[in-house]
């Protein structure tokens, strides 16, 4: 058995009159992320660290922004095929750990729910899946409500 880790990160700009989507639910917010998908940075990290472990590049490659099938894609869409591009290569999840950096809205009501969600479509025990929430103590982009960024790293396994 081979043990990989993955690391992945990325960050959406805050604009008005767009649903802020967060771990594959939306959560109410005065804003929501910006992108060609339906921008959800958590959903985005963990597809970068899974494939970026399995050594099959990243989410950019796979999925790219410049293609219109993706457009307002529900990026829960983009980590089933995630999924399933690392059981054609004959990897299983191991775990999943993610922290969210945003100064609002508060997200400790929501993380339950985010596992919930996230560890079906991986296909994992929902214990398997950490989602951490931090701010930045109003410091930098992400202080000054200007985005949010996640951070996620994986550990996979190969037979």
Known sequence: MKIKVGFGYDVHQL???????????????????????????????ICDALLGAANLRDIGFHFPDNDSQYKNIDSKILLAKTCELLSENGFSIGNVDCTICAERPKLK???DLMQETLANILKIDISDITIKATTTEKLGFVGQEKGIAAYAVCLIEKA
């Open 15 to 45: 604009v008005e009159q767009r649903p802020l989507f967060l771990g594959g639910i939306e959560v109410p917010h005065t804003h929501g992320l910006l992108g060609h998908s339906d921008a959800d940075v958590l959903i985005h990290v």
């Open 109 to 111: 009501n929501y993380i």
